[in-house]
């Protein structure tokens, strides 16, 4: 029987847990499209300002009208 210390047995398994954890992560992002996100994409496209109150809203689907989240005011998006 091999003798094992327990401290070594620990390391061993976290870092056999990283090892799984990590290549999993890059599997995942690799097949499910995440690598394939434009990091260069202009992103003050998404990005409107309050002009009653000054919040920064930020509209993923880029509607024509935004209600603000802090002084619920509608605007347009010729407005801001």
């Known amino acids: 029987m091999i ?4 401290s070594f047995a620990a390391g061993a398994f ?8 990590y290549v999993a992560l890059m599997w ?11 990091v260069n994409a202009d992103l003050t ?13 930020v509209d993923y689907l880029h509607r024509k009208i935004l209600r603000c989240s802090i ?6 998006e010729d407005d801001a």
């Open 28 to 38: 995942c992002e690799h097949y499910q499209g995440v690598d394939n996100f434009d």
């Open 45 to 57: 496209d998404h990005v409107r300002q309050c002009p009653y109150c000054g919040h920064v809203c």
């Open 3 to 6: 003798k094992m210390d327990v």
């Open 14 to 21: 976290l870092f056999a847990a990283f090892v799984v954890f």
């Open 71 to 76: 002084c619920s005011s509608y605007t347009e």
